[in-house]
């Protein structure tokens, strides 16, 4: 797990406490920054692992932080906070290229355990496992827009796998686009015509009685 220290953009104090106390157990440092140039003049003066950056704060934004520094340091990881009912804003600062987001309120469990399995992954990228188990972890939560660019992301790495093309074509289902999600379930099949998932999907959106409440997921 790297050592670097791990930077909390927050302009509300007791949210930057709160992450720097849930983070004391991995044993790494953290710094805080209040505001969004703030961050950006740590970022120029340090060397960070991390980044926990809440999208919205007065001045700059966290959005327009995500975006200086996915241009300007485009291997510093950074999860996202967003208020309850901002997945819109995920979604958006997901395609910026942040690696995952955390929705207020949290507790200690949840930022230690997303903080630790993104660390673990040392200067590798993520990968097209990493980002088909992120999309299915939200598809559990039912952040199905968050899923969707988890597994577009997965596409991308590995285009000839069917296991992310069946899930965006759950993904469509489940926000009401059934063209879309047979779209999706043939090209599964076209990878993979033996893969079970989409082949039981697809027999069940052109069935009588269709329902999209047994979506088969993997």
């Not at 827009?145 to 296991?163: S, T, W």
């Not at 063209?179 to 959106?205: F, G, V």
């Amino acid at each position: 797990m790297s050592s670097k220290p791990i930077l909390v953009v927050d302009d509300e104090k007791n949210i930057r406490l709160a992450l720097s106390m849930s983070l004391e157990k991995l044993e790494i440092p953290v710094e805080a920054a209040a505001s969004g140039e703030e961050a950006l003049e740590k970022l120029a003066q340090g060397d960070y692992g991390l980044m926990l950056l809440d999208l919205r704060m007065p001045g700059m934004d966290g959005m327009e932080v995500l975006r200086r520094v996915s241009e300007e340091l485009p291997d510093l990881k950074v999860i996202i906070i967003t208020a309850y009912g901002s997945i819109d804003l995920a979604v958006e600062a997901m395609k910026l290229g942040a690696v995952d987001f955390l929705q207020k309120p949290f507790d200690a469990n949840q930022v230690r355990e997303m903080v630790a399995r993104i660390l673990e992954k040392k200067g590798e990228a993520q990968g097209y496992w990493d980002y088909l188990a992120l999309a299915k972890k939200r598809i559990e939560e039912g952040y199905f827009e968050v899923a969707g660019v988890y597994a577009q992301k997965a596409v991308f790495l590995n285009p000839d796998r069917p296991e992310t093309l069946n899930l965006l074509g759950g993904i469509a289902e489940s926000t009401g686009n059934r063209r879309e999600a047979e779209q999706y379930y043939r090209a599964a099949l076209a990878r993979y015509p033996h893969y079970t998932a989409a082949k039981l999907n697809l027999e069940r959106l052109a069935g009588r009685t269709y329902t999209r409440q047994d979506i088969v997921w993997d």
